[in-house]
């Protein structure tokens, strides 16, 4: 064999007349062997350039067939495209495990959903285990842990942060201890799965959320595993980033939800039933089907004292949707306080106009507000209208009267002007109140037809002796099945009915007997 001064520098053990196997690196030994075998044909190349390690540098070999068989080698030096190729490499996984990691944690904002992908993708791309760590709860941690290639497990831990190195600094959010300064011996047991064996090497990083810290991510890596590089520790603070983004919009969505629905529990009209002798039933259909709320509203108010009238609201805020339910909650909260004054619908009604005007509102409401109150087997109904629909009133024959009583909105006029009347419901009359989303749904068979009052009026009068929730079902059907799936305004109907009586014979057989509910 001969070589030049830079082969003699690669490969000092190189003789002239020595054997090529005994010193090149055995990868160019193989290559040499495959193209320089007897009866090989000299034009014939290799399928690929062989490439190796030649001390601490990488080379690609290129070989020369000369027409007497000798082969000439010429290396070249490959270990900074090597590198360049492999940090490239690094990235697209590194930056493909992200991708990935956002898409799954970003399809749910299930808080519970999102600690177990952070475990679970954590342990897949980054360390032998991984634990998500949220912050403390009273003086438990919520953890959920997971081993590669496991499923999550969530548990609480004691809040004894001092044990750990670096993560009570973690879960308040400042910057990660660097995993040389953490003694992987100082894990508590709690910390290590089962199974899992002793801990070689440990990372410790914040999970950053919206402003307040989101919790901590553990990763660990076994004895006999390569222990965490610098740039392996960065990679965890871009996922923990992605993660702790995850983690405080799932925590922020959850309590929002669980403050909405506090709030809407409160917003939503009540189940009606029997109160002091009278029967009343509600039903409510908001605008939308994704919501729960709207401007329609109704309450029935308890007499403070048993045998004396009870106060029906129904009201119809001007508009729909949230904006709508606010002002809502501001009336009935306002009427509520104004319980006193349920003798007097008229001062009522202009105390709560001047209410709406002097706030920030400026939306308007119609309202019709009844009191009811047993006697004997009859109920007593006192009905006050302001700017809303009619309340209608089903006799026992099947006529359907409209009571005589008439106002003015609420919310829109310095003053406030209304009509009182009373009438009296026989046993098993019945006294509706609904708002105009009932009679302006536009549906029916060309789509484009009110259902009106006249409609309404007719359905009431095959209700004679119904009972109250009868009536609302009924009405609630046939408004659906007039709109067929169109977009319709909040919906609502109340019924107020005196319940039918029982003739009970006296014990003597003379005496005329009495009636009972």
Same mark, same amino acid.
């Given at each position: 064999?001969?070589?030049?001064? !830079? ?13 090529? /196997? ?12 495959? =193209? ?5 044909? /000299? ?37 900074? +495209? ?45 360390? %032998? ?86 919790? /901590? ?31 405080? /919009? !799932? ?16 917003? =939503? ?19 939308? %089907? ?10 029935? +108010? ?36 104004? =319980?006193?004054?349920?003798?007097? +619908? ?41 700017? #809303? ?110 319940? #039918?009586? #029982?003739?009970?014979? !006296? ?11």
């Amino acid at each position: 064999m001969a070589r030049n001064d !830079a082969a003699a520098a690669l490969l000092p053990a190189a003789r002239p007349g020595g054997r090529f /196997a005994d010193v090149v690196p055995a990868w160019l030994a193989l290559a040499h062997h495959a =193209l320089h075998r007897p009866g090989r044909p /000299a034009d014939r190349a290799l399928q690929a350039a062989p490439a190796g390690p030649i001390g601490e540098r990488r080379f690609e070999a290129h070989p020369t067939v000369h027409e007497d068989g000798t082969v000439a080698w010429w290396l070249v030096d490959d270990t900074d +495209h090597q590198l360049a190729r492999e940090a490239l490499r690094v990235e697209r996984e590194q930056t493909a495990a992200l991708s990935r990691a956002s898409s799954a944690l970003l399809s749910s904002l299930n808080l519970a959903h999102c600690m177990d992908v952070t475990a679970q993708m954590a342990a897949e791309s980054l360390a %032998d285990a991984a634990l998500a760590i949220a912050p403390a709860r009273g003086r438990t941690l919520p953890v959920v842990s997971c081993l590669r290639g496991g499923a999550p497990t969530a548990s609480r831990q004691p809040a004894e942060l001092d044990d750990v190195p670096g993560l009570d600094e973690a879960l308040r959010g400042f910057p990660p201890v660097p995993s040389r300064w953490i003694d992987p011996a100082s894990a508590p047991a709690w910390m290590v799965p089962e199974g899992f064996g002793p801990v070689g090497s440990m990372v410790i990083t914040p999970l950053p959320g919206h402003g307040v810290p989101a919790g /901590a991510l553990v990763l660990l890596r076994k004895a006999d595993t390569a222990a965490f590089t610098e740039d392996e520790e960065v990679f965890a603070r871009l996922f923990a980033a992605r993660s702790g983004a995850a983690l405080s /919009a !799932a925590r922020l969505y959850a309590e929002q939800s669980a403050i909405t629905e506090v709030l809407m529990r409160e917003l =939503l009209p009540p189940a009606l039933h029997q109160v002091s002798g009278v029967d009343f039933a509600g039903g409510y259909r908001p605008s939308g %089907d994704h919501e729960r709320i709207g401007g329609d509203f109704y309450d029935v +108010h308890p007499a403070a004292v048993e045998g004396e009238a009870s106060l029906i609201t129904l009201g119809d805020v001007c508009g729909k949707g949230l904006e709508a339910a606010v002002l809502t909650g501001k009336i009935r909260n306002t009427l509520h306080a104004l =319980l006193p004054l349920a003798d007097d +619908h008229e001062r009522m009604l202009g105390l709560l106009n001047t209410a709406l005007l002097t706030s920030h509102h400026t939306r308007f409401a119609t309202l019709v507000l009844a009191s009811a109150q047993r006697r004997g087997n009859e109920v007593d109904l006192r009905l006050t209208s302001a700017g #809303h629909p009619t309340p209608l009133i089903v006799r026992s024959d099947g006529t359907v009267q409209e009571a005589d009583t008439r106002g003015t909105l609420v919310g829109a006029l310095p003053e406030v002007r209304a009509r009182t009347t009373a009438l009296t419901l026989a046993p098993g009359e019945s006294c509706v109140l609904y708002t105009d989303g009932i009679t302006e749904a536009q549906g029916g068979p060309m789509g484009d037809a009110l259902f009106g009052a006249d409609r309404l009026k007719r359905a009431l009068a095959g209700c004679a002796g119904v009972p109250a929730e009868g009536i609302v079902e009924h009405v609630q059907m046939l408004a659906a099945q007039w709109l067929g799936g169109r977009r319709h305004d909040d919906m609502a109907v109340v019924v107020i009915s005196a319940p #039918h009586t #029982h003739h009970l014979s !006296a014990v003597n057989g003379h005496t005329r007997g009495r009636f009972t509910a």
